[in-house]
């Protein structure tokens, strides 16, 4: 009987490069659990209405909580039962369904590009006395130019 030396130089390949990506995943974790900012704390203040997360850099980091996708509705009881996922990484709510990472927000980014679209399209409403003198003095220059038309 002869063996078929194609199938176990296969297996062979297979089990090689699964251990090579074992080992990739490991340097990878090692490198993210140095460089990437992971919460060792995090609570809901109520009096500044902010979510907290304390970093491994020693950083704290306090964000309005309805500028946290999936945050905006909560209750009060709700906003205090953030956990920080067991790397570190995330932040979770479970009676909410809520997770959020933490090298996001630390970027400044609270949820998906169309929820931060949304946050930009309402702090663009915003009114101010600033934003009246900045458009006055727009208007007196004569407005906005007007887009030409490429030929």
């Known amino acids: 009987m002869a063996v078929d030396n194609t199938n176990i130089e296969l ?8 251990e090579r ?3 990739r995943a490991r340097e990878c974790g090692r490198t993210m659990s140095t460089n990437e900012p992971r919460a060792i704390a995090a609570w809901y203040d109520k ?6 997360v304390e970093l ?31 790397s570190g990484y995330g932040l979770h709510w479970e ?3 809520v997770d959020l ?3 996001q927000i630390v970027a400044g980014l609270f ?3 169309a929820w931060m679209a949304e946050l930009g399209r309402q702090g663009g409403k915003s009114k101010s006395e600033a934003k ?10 004569g407005g906005r130019p007007r887009k030409q038309t490429v030929i």
């Not at 297996?11 to 699964?18: K, N, P, T």
């Not at 009096?47 to 907290?52: G, N, P, T």
């Open 56 to 86: 491994n850099n020693d950083l704290t980091i306090g964000v309005p909580y309805e500028k946290l996708q999936g945050l905006q509705d909560a209750t009060v009881e709700q906003l205090i039962q953030v956990e920080i996922t067991p």
């Open 132 to 141: 009246a003198q900045a458009s006055r003095k727009n208007g007196s220059l």
């Open 47 to 52: 009096s500044s209405k902010k979510v907290f």
């Open 11 to 18: 297996q062979a390949e297979i089990d090689y490069l699964s």
């Open 95 to 97: 009676v909410l369904d």
């Open 21 to 23: 990506l074992r080992q």
């Open 101 to 103: 990472g933490v090298p």
């Open 111 to 113: 949820g998906t590009k």
